[in-house]
Protein backbone atom coordinates (compact mmCIF):
# COMPACT_ATOMS: atom_id res chain seq x y z
CA UNK A 1 0.00 0.00 0.00
CA UNK A 2 2.68 2.72 1.18
CA UNK A 3 4.57 1.51 -2.42
CA UNK A 4 1.45 2.47 -4.43
CA UNK A 5 1.01 5.67 -3.06
CA UNK A 6 4.68 6.70 -3.26
CA UNK A 7 3.82 5.78 -6.95
CA UNK A 8 0.91 7.73 -7.20
CA UNK A 9 2.83 10.97 -5.31
CA UNK A 10 5.78 10.44 -7.64
CA UNK A 11 3.44 9.99 -10.74
CA UNK A 12 1.81 13.68 -9.54
CA UNK A 13 4.94 15.40 -9.07
CA UNK A 14 7.45 14.37 -11.92
CA UNK A 15 4.92 16.51 -14.45
CA UNK A 16 3.91 19.25 -11.83
CA UNK A 17 7.89 19.53 -11.81
CA UNK A 18 8.50 19.39 -16.19
CA UNK A 19 6.03 21.73 -16.30
CA UNK A 20 7.01 24.69 -14.27
CA UNK A 21 7.85 27.49 -15.70
CA UNK A 22 11.36 28.60 -14.65
CA UNK A 23 13.92 31.33 -15.24
CA UNK A 24 17.64 31.31 -15.68
CA UNK A 25 20.65 32.65 -17.34
CA UNK A 26 22.09 30.89 -19.93
CA UNK A 27 25.86 31.39 -21.37
CA UNK A 28 24.49 30.60 -25.19
CA UNK A 29 21.93 31.42 -26.61
CA UNK A 30 20.13 28.22 -26.04
CA UNK A 31 18.84 27.48 -22.79
CA UNK A 32 21.39 24.54 -22.03
CA UNK A 33 24.65 26.17 -20.68
CA UNK A 34 24.16 27.41 -16.79
CA UNK A 35 28.03 27.70 -16.45
CA UNK A 36 30.76 29.28 -17.53
CA UNK A 37 34.23 30.88 -16.86
CA UNK A 38 34.92 34.09 -18.93
CA UNK A 39 38.00 35.63 -18.94
CA UNK A 40 38.31 39.30 -16.97
CA UNK A 41 37.76 42.38 -18.50
CA UNK A 42 36.46 41.33 -21.32
CA UNK A 43 32.82 41.42 -21.77
CA UNK A 44 30.23 38.40 -22.65
CA UNK A 45 26.28 37.62 -22.60
CA UNK A 46 24.25 36.09 -20.19
CA UNK A 47 20.65 35.32 -22.02
CA UNK A 48 17.93 35.41 -19.44
CA UNK A 49 15.98 32.61 -20.79
CA UNK A 50 12.07 31.95 -19.79
CA UNK A 51 11.46 27.82 -19.62
CA UNK A 52 8.34 25.92 -19.54
CA UNK A 53 6.15 28.54 -19.15
CA UNK A 54 3.23 27.28 -21.64
CA UNK A 55 1.21 30.87 -21.96
CA UNK A 56 1.09 33.65 -24.35
CA UNK A 57 3.11 35.98 -21.49
CA UNK A 58 2.87 39.12 -21.30
CA UNK A 59 5.12 40.35 -18.15
CA UNK A 60 7.65 39.33 -15.71
CA UNK A 61 9.27 40.21 -12.81
CA UNK A 62 12.47 38.52 -10.98
CA UNK A 63 15.52 40.36 -9.30
CA UNK A 64 19.38 39.34 -10.34
CA UNK A 65 20.50 38.21 -6.79
CA UNK A 66 24.19 37.70 -6.40
CA UNK A 67 27.03 37.45 -3.15
CA UNK A 68 26.30 40.30 -1.26
CA UNK A 69 30.13 40.04 0.44
CA UNK A 70 33.17 41.65 -1.27
CA UNK A 71 32.96 39.29 -4.55
CA UNK A 72 30.23 40.95 -5.47
CA UNK A 73 31.76 44.13 -6.92
CA UNK A 74 33.88 41.57 -9.32
CA UNK A 75 30.81 41.38 -11.40
CA UNK A 76 28.79 43.80 -13.21
CA UNK A 77 26.23 44.04 -15.36
CA UNK A 78 27.04 46.80 -18.28
CA UNK A 79 24.04 46.69 -20.57
CA UNK A 80 20.70 45.10 -21.09
CA UNK A 81 18.88 44.42 -24.26
CA UNK A 82 15.89 43.36 -24.89
CA UNK A 83 13.93 41.16 -27.75
CA UNK A 84 11.73 43.40 -30.25
CA UNK A 85 8.33 42.96 -28.22
CA UNK A 86 9.41 44.21 -25.36
CA UNK A 87 6.55 47.01 -24.41
CA UNK A 88 8.09 48.69 -21.26
CA UNK A 89 10.37 48.20 -18.27
CA UNK A 90 10.71 48.47 -14.69
CA UNK A 91 13.74 48.80 -12.56
CA UNK A 92 16.83 47.24 -13.36
CA UNK A 93 18.39 43.55 -12.95
CA UNK A 94 19.61 44.30 -9.41
CA UNK A 95 17.03 46.25 -7.38
CA UNK A 96 14.24 43.94 -9.24
CA UNK A 97 12.90 44.64 -12.87
CA UNK A 98 9.26 43.88 -14.74
CA UNK A 99 9.27 43.44 -17.93
CA UNK A 100 6.07 43.71 -20.28
CA UNK A 101 5.93 42.37 -23.50
CA UNK A 102 3.32 43.06 -26.43
CA UNK A 103 2.61 41.09 -28.57
CA UNK A 104 2.89 38.45 -25.79
CA UNK A 105 5.86 35.70 -25.87
CA UNK A 106 5.01 32.37 -27.26
CA UNK A 107 5.35 30.46 -24.34
CA UNK A 108 4.26 27.36 -26.35
CA UNK A 109 7.04 26.92 -29.20
CA UNK A 110 9.83 26.20 -28.97
CA UNK A 111 9.41 26.02 -25.49
CA UNK A 112 11.17 28.98 -24.28
CA UNK A 113 12.04 32.38 -24.95
CA UNK A 114 14.84 35.04 -24.07
CA UNK A 115 13.82 37.34 -21.99
CA UNK A 116 16.87 39.61 -21.84
CA UNK A 117 20.48 39.67 -22.24
CA UNK A 118 22.61 41.06 -20.08
CA UNK A 119 26.36 42.35 -21.25
CA UNK A 120 28.74 41.38 -18.50
CA UNK A 121 32.55 41.73 -17.22
CA UNK A 122 34.37 40.40 -14.37
CA UNK A 123 36.84 41.92 -12.69
CA UNK A 124 39.68 38.85 -11.70
CA UNK A 125 40.07 36.28 -13.07
CA UNK A 126 38.38 32.87 -11.88
CA UNK A 127 40.59 32.31 -8.86
CA UNK A 128 38.84 34.81 -7.26
CA UNK A 129 35.37 33.95 -8.43
CA UNK A 130 34.84 30.68 -7.89
CA UNK A 131 31.14 29.33 -8.23
CA UNK A 132 29.73 32.81 -8.17
CA UNK A 133 26.13 31.99 -8.83
CA UNK A 134 24.13 34.44 -10.13
CA UNK A 135 20.75 33.76 -9.17
CA UNK A 136 17.15 34.55 -10.19
CA UNK A 137 14.93 35.24 -7.46
CA UNK A 138 12.23 37.59 -6.46
CA UNK A 139 10.99 40.84 -7.60
CA UNK A 140 11.56 42.81 -3.99
CA UNK A 141 8.51 44.62 -4.34
CA UNK A 142 5.85 41.61 -4.60
CA UNK A 143 7.99 39.17 -3.11
CA UNK A 144 7.23 37.30 -5.92
CA UNK A 145 8.68 35.38 -9.09
CA UNK A 146 5.98 35.00 -11.46
CA UNK A 147 4.53 36.04 -14.61
CA UNK A 148 1.24 37.16 -16.12
CA UNK A 149 -0.19 35.40 -19.38
CA UNK A 150 -2.78 37.24 -22.18
CA UNK A 151 -5.52 37.84 -22.23
CA UNK A 152 -6.27 38.98 -18.86
CA UNK A 153 -3.28 39.16 -17.30
CA UNK A 154 -3.68 36.82 -14.58
CA UNK A 155 -0.59 35.05 -12.87
CA UNK A 156 2.06 31.99 -13.35
CA UNK A 157 4.29 30.89 -10.94
CA UNK A 158 8.35 31.03 -11.75
CA UNK A 159 10.74 28.98 -10.06
CA UNK A 160 14.64 30.76 -10.29
CA UNK A 161 17.51 29.06 -11.36
CA UNK A 162 20.96 29.33 -9.90
CA UNK A 163 23.86 29.71 -12.85
CA UNK A 164 27.85 30.10 -11.89
CA UNK A 165 30.58 31.73 -13.31
CA UNK A 166 33.82 30.13 -12.78
CA UNK A 167 32.51 26.41 -11.57
CA UNK A 168 35.19 25.00 -9.90
CA UNK A 169 37.08 22.44 -11.73
CA UNK A 170 37.46 19.25 -9.65
CA UNK A 171 40.40 17.22 -11.34
CA UNK A 172 40.41 13.20 -11.21
CA UNK A 173 44.01 11.63 -10.53
CA UNK A 174 45.07 9.08 -12.72
CA UNK A 175 45.73 7.09 -9.51
CA UNK A 176 42.38 7.63 -7.79
CA UNK A 177 40.46 7.21 -11.20
CA UNK A 178 42.28 3.59 -11.63
CA UNK A 179 41.39 2.82 -8.16
CA UNK A 180 37.18 3.36 -8.59
CA UNK A 181 37.70 1.41 -11.76
CA UNK A 182 39.38 -1.60 -10.10
CA UNK A 183 36.15 -1.43 -7.70
CA UNK A 184 33.95 -2.48 -10.86
CA UNK A 185 36.87 -5.14 -12.05
CA UNK B 1 -50.51 90.58 -50.69
CA UNK B 2 -47.01 88.17 -52.00
CA UNK B 3 -45.48 90.13 -49.30
CA UNK B 4 -47.86 88.94 -46.59
CA UNK B 5 -47.60 85.34 -47.61
CA UNK B 6 -43.65 85.28 -47.53
CA UNK B 7 -43.87 86.72 -43.86
CA UNK B 8 -46.72 84.35 -43.24
CA UNK B 9 -44.26 81.33 -44.41
CA UNK B 10 -41.57 83.00 -42.71
CA UNK B 11 -43.08 82.73 -39.72
CA UNK B 12 -43.89 79.27 -40.18
CA UNK B 13 -40.76 78.03 -40.97
CA UNK B 14 -38.97 79.59 -38.30
CA UNK B 15 -41.91 78.50 -35.84
CA UNK B 16 -41.56 74.61 -37.23
CA UNK B 17 -37.64 74.69 -36.70
CA UNK B 18 -37.62 75.76 -32.69
CA UNK B 19 -40.11 73.16 -31.93
CA UNK B 20 -38.09 70.74 -34.55
CA UNK B 21 -38.44 67.31 -32.92
CA UNK B 22 -35.21 66.59 -33.31
CA UNK B 23 -33.91 69.45 -30.48
CA UNK B 24 -33.06 67.57 -27.67
CA UNK B 25 -33.91 69.07 -24.43
CA UNK B 26 -31.03 68.52 -21.75
CA UNK B 27 -33.77 68.22 -18.65
CA UNK B 28 -36.10 66.07 -20.12
CA UNK B 29 -33.53 63.63 -21.52
CA UNK B 30 -32.35 61.15 -19.53
CA UNK B 31 -29.59 58.24 -18.94
CA UNK B 32 -28.89 55.30 -16.90
CA UNK B 33 -26.49 51.82 -16.30
CA UNK B 34 -27.57 48.31 -15.97
CA UNK B 35 -25.80 48.22 -12.82
CA UNK B 36 -25.16 49.58 -9.44
CA UNK B 37 -21.41 50.58 -10.42
CA UNK B 38 -19.38 50.40 -13.52
CA UNK B 39 -15.37 50.23 -13.50
CA UNK B 40 -14.61 50.36 -17.11
CA UNK B 41 -10.68 50.71 -18.26
CA UNK B 42 -9.87 53.05 -21.17
CA UNK B 43 -7.31 53.65 -23.18
CA UNK B 44 -6.87 56.76 -26.30
CA UNK B 45 -6.33 53.61 -29.02
CA UNK B 46 -10.09 52.35 -28.05
CA UNK B 47 -9.05 48.86 -27.62
CA UNK B 48 -8.84 48.54 -23.49
CA UNK B 49 -12.17 46.98 -21.75
CA UNK B 50 -16.11 46.75 -22.92
CA UNK B 51 -18.70 48.91 -21.26
CA UNK B 52 -20.51 45.50 -21.70
CA UNK B 53 -17.90 43.88 -19.10
CA UNK B 54 -17.61 47.23 -17.06
CA UNK B 55 -19.69 45.48 -13.89
CA UNK B 56 -18.43 42.05 -14.04
CA UNK B 57 -20.70 40.24 -16.28
CA UNK B 58 -20.72 40.32 -20.26
CA UNK B 59 -24.21 41.99 -21.02
CA UNK B 60 -23.90 45.55 -19.12
CA UNK B 61 -24.70 48.94 -20.75
CA UNK B 62 -25.07 52.52 -20.71
CA UNK B 63 -28.21 53.77 -21.73
CA UNK B 64 -29.87 56.97 -22.96
CA UNK B 65 -32.91 58.33 -23.69
CA UNK B 66 -33.15 61.81 -25.70
CA UNK B 67 -36.25 63.39 -25.13
CA UNK B 68 -37.46 66.97 -26.92
CA UNK B 69 -39.01 70.01 -25.42
CA UNK B 70 -42.22 68.53 -25.78
CA UNK B 71 -40.97 65.20 -23.85
CA UNK B 72 -41.61 63.34 -27.08
CA UNK B 73 -38.94 60.79 -27.53
CA UNK B 74 -36.61 61.43 -30.43
CA UNK B 75 -35.25 58.68 -32.94
CA UNK B 76 -32.53 58.27 -35.28
CA UNK B 77 -29.88 60.05 -33.62
CA UNK B 78 -27.06 59.09 -35.17
CA UNK B 79 -24.22 56.80 -33.62
CA UNK B 80 -21.32 59.21 -33.22
CA UNK B 81 -23.64 62.28 -31.63
CA UNK B 82 -22.51 61.81 -28.07
CA UNK B 83 -19.77 62.87 -25.69
CA UNK B 84 -19.14 62.25 -22.33
CA UNK B 85 -16.88 63.35 -19.49
CA UNK B 86 -15.97 63.54 -15.80
CA UNK B 87 -18.04 64.99 -12.94
CA UNK B 88 -15.12 66.21 -11.06
CA UNK B 89 -13.31 69.15 -12.68
CA UNK B 90 -10.21 67.96 -11.44
CA UNK B 91 -10.32 64.51 -12.92
CA UNK B 92 -11.27 65.66 -16.30
CA UNK B 93 -10.52 62.88 -19.59
CA UNK B 94 -8.62 63.58 -22.56
CA UNK B 95 -10.94 62.27 -25.37
CA UNK B 96 -10.44 61.49 -28.71
CA UNK B 97 -12.41 63.33 -31.56
CA UNK B 98 -15.33 60.66 -31.27
CA UNK B 99 -14.75 58.90 -28.22
CA UNK B 100 -17.81 56.33 -27.58
CA UNK B 101 -20.33 55.62 -30.18
CA UNK B 102 -23.88 53.95 -29.47
CA UNK B 103 -25.20 50.68 -30.15
CA UNK B 104 -27.81 51.86 -33.01
CA UNK B 105 -29.43 54.85 -34.02
CA UNK B 106 -32.27 55.77 -31.19
CA UNK B 107 -35.51 53.99 -31.07
CA UNK B 108 -38.96 55.13 -31.73
CA UNK B 109 -38.77 55.27 -27.81
CA UNK B 110 -35.79 57.73 -28.26
CA UNK B 111 -33.33 55.30 -26.53
CA UNK B 112 -30.01 53.51 -27.60
CA UNK B 113 -27.74 52.19 -25.49
CA UNK B 114 -23.78 52.00 -24.98
CA UNK B 115 -21.60 48.30 -24.33
CA UNK B 116 -18.49 49.14 -26.74
CA UNK B 117 -15.83 50.78 -25.55
CA UNK B 118 -13.98 54.39 -24.72
CA UNK B 119 -11.30 56.02 -26.68
CA UNK B 120 -9.81 58.10 -24.05
CA UNK B 121 -7.30 58.72 -21.19
CA UNK B 122 -7.39 59.66 -17.54
CA UNK B 123 -8.79 58.64 -14.36
CA UNK B 124 -12.13 59.63 -12.27
CA UNK B 125 -12.61 57.77 -9.42
CA UNK B 126 -15.41 59.75 -7.80
CA UNK B 127 -18.47 61.64 -8.83
CA UNK B 128 -19.15 59.70 -11.84
CA UNK B 129 -19.36 60.38 -15.72
CA UNK B 130 -21.73 62.65 -17.52
CA UNK B 131 -23.45 62.29 -20.71
CA UNK B 132 -24.14 64.82 -23.84
CA UNK B 133 -26.13 64.09 -26.65
CA UNK B 134 -25.73 66.63 -29.60
CA UNK B 135 -23.26 68.48 -27.28
CA UNK B 136 -26.11 68.85 -24.79
CA UNK B 137 -25.08 67.26 -21.20
CA UNK B 138 -27.90 65.46 -19.79
CA UNK B 139 -29.20 67.28 -16.58
CA UNK B 140 -29.72 65.78 -13.02
CA UNK B 141 -33.61 64.97 -12.10
CA UNK B 142 -35.65 66.48 -10.88
CA UNK B 143 -35.82 68.88 -13.62
CA UNK B 144 -35.00 71.80 -13.77
CA UNK B 145 -31.56 71.31 -12.62
CA UNK B 146 -28.28 72.88 -13.19
CA UNK B 147 -26.54 70.24 -12.41
CA UNK B 148 -25.13 67.33 -15.17
CA UNK B 149 -26.61 63.84 -14.47
CA UNK B 150 -23.28 62.26 -13.25
CA UNK B 151 -23.50 58.13 -13.85
CA UNK B 152 -22.15 55.76 -11.17
CA UNK B 153 -18.62 55.06 -13.43
CA UNK B 154 -15.32 55.00 -12.50
CA UNK B 155 -13.11 55.07 -15.02
CA UNK B 156 -9.31 54.41 -15.03
CA UNK B 157 -6.62 53.74 -17.96
CA UNK B 158 -2.51 53.64 -18.39
CA UNK B 159 -2.84 57.46 -20.22
CA UNK B 160 -3.23 59.41 -16.17
CA UNK B 161 -0.07 62.07 -17.28
CA UNK B 162 1.18 64.38 -19.40
CA UNK B 163 1.70 67.92 -20.17
CA UNK B 164 0.30 69.91 -17.07
CA UNK B 165 0.06 66.81 -15.23
CA UNK B 166 -3.08 65.82 -17.18
CA UNK B 167 -3.76 63.09 -19.32
CA UNK B 168 -2.94 63.54 -23.03
CA UNK B 169 -4.02 60.61 -25.14
CA UNK B 170 -1.04 58.67 -25.34
CA UNK B 171 0.29 56.26 -23.00
CA UNK B 172 3.97 57.10 -22.73
CA UNK B 173 6.92 57.53 -20.53
CA UNK B 174 5.21 60.24 -18.06
CA UNK B 175 2.45 57.61 -17.26
CA UNK B 176 5.09 55.33 -16.19
CA UNK B 177 6.64 57.59 -14.05
CA UNK B 178 3.24 57.37 -11.81
CA UNK B 179 2.71 53.68 -12.16
CA UNK B 180 6.54 53.25 -11.31
CA UNK B 181 5.40 55.07 -7.96
CA UNK B 182 2.46 52.54 -7.47
CA UNK B 183 4.25 49.58 -8.05
CA UNK B 184 3.68 46.32 -6.09
CA UNK B 185 1.73 48.48 -3.79
CA UNK B 186 -1.76 47.17 -2.19
CA UNK B 187 -4.86 49.63 -1.17
CA UNK B 188 -3.72 51.01 2.49
CA UNK B 189 0.00 51.11 1.63
CA UNK B 190 1.71 54.77 1.10
CA UNK B 191 2.04 55.15 -2.61
CA UNK B 192 -1.01 52.97 -4.00
CA UNK B 193 -3.01 54.72 -6.79
CA UNK B 194 -5.82 53.45 -7.59
CA UNK B 195 -5.95 55.16 -11.18
CA UNK B 196 -3.31 51.98 -11.64
CA UNK B 197 -5.41 49.42 -10.83
CA UNK B 198 -6.94 48.37 -14.09
CA UNK B 199 -8.18 44.71 -12.95
CA UNK B 200 -9.94 45.91 -10.19
CA UNK B 201 -8.05 44.20 -7.24
CA UNK B 202 -6.90 46.59 -4.81
CA UNK B 203 -3.11 46.12 -5.51
CA UNK B 204 -1.29 47.61 -8.34
CA UNK B 205 0.89 44.97 -9.19
CA UNK B 206 2.41 43.15 -12.35
CA UNK B 207 -1.13 41.92 -13.97
CA UNK B 208 -1.68 45.77 -14.23
CA UNK B 209 1.55 46.17 -15.28
CA UNK B 210 1.09 43.99 -17.86
CA UNK B 211 -2.11 45.66 -19.49
CA UNK B 212 0.26 48.92 -19.18
CA UNK B 213 2.70 47.00 -21.48
CA UNK B 214 -0.37 46.29 -24.43
CA UNK B 215 -1.58 50.15 -24.99
CA UNK B 216 2.16 51.70 -24.10
CA UNK B 217 2.52 53.98 -26.57
CA UNK B 218 -1.25 53.51 -27.67
CA UNK B 219 -3.09 57.22 -28.95
CA UNK B 220 -6.08 58.66 -30.81
CA UNK B 221 -6.34 56.64 -33.98
Not at chain 1, 31 to 44: D, L, R, T, V
Not at chain 1, 69 to 82: C, E, G, I, K, M
Not at chain 1, 140 to 166: H, K, M, Q, V, Y
Request: with cysteine.
Amino acid sequence: MRKLLLAFAIALLIPGMLSAATLGLYFGYAPSQMAGSPAPFSFFDVYLFLHSAEYYVTAVEYQLLTPVDPSHALFAVTDVSYPDNKAVTLGDPFSGEAIAYWPPLNGFVPGYNVLATFRCVTFAPCGSLVDYPLVIGPHPGSGELRGTFAPDNEFFPITGLTSIICPEQTGTQEESWGAIKSLYR
Amino acid sequence: MFKGKVVVFALMLAFATSVYAGDVDDCNSNAGISCTLMKLSICPAGDFEFIRNACGSTADYVWIEARDASNNPIPGIPWTDYWLNACDPNAQLCLCSSPIAADSLTGANGRTTFSNRINGGGCALTQGVWWAIQGKPIKAKPCPNVNNLCLNIIIKGPDINGAGGKPDCVVNLSDLTPFGVSYNKNLGQGGYNACCDYNDDNACNLSDFGFFGTHYQHRCQ
